[in-house]
């Protein structure tokens, strides 16, 4: 089960805090997305908003994605 949108896990996946290895474009197009939202704008509104996204994001496809998930559970 994924750790709930609130969890640091979030946040420093988002902002590039805590790399997450990928083979998925479709993760790295997300993650990268993700750091330069992030670089570009680092308020806490912007933070939360890439957090949700990315909760959001493994959330609906976490079947599709488990040495993903498997990262982000560590």
Not at 12 to 24: C, M, N, V, Y
Request: glycine share 2%; hydrophobic share 35%.
């Amino acid at each position: 089960m994924l750790p709930d949108a609130s969890h640091p896990v979030w946040e420093q996946i988002a902002t590039g805090k805590r790399p997450l290895e990928s083979r998925k474009p479709t993760v790295n197009l997300l993650i990268h997305s993700s750091k330069m939202s992030y670089e570009q704008d680092q308020s806490p509104a912007n933070v939360r908003q890439i957090v949700e996204k990315t909760h959001s994001f493994f959330s609906q496809y976490q079947a599709l994605f488990p040495a993903e998930i498997a990262q982000i559970l560590r």
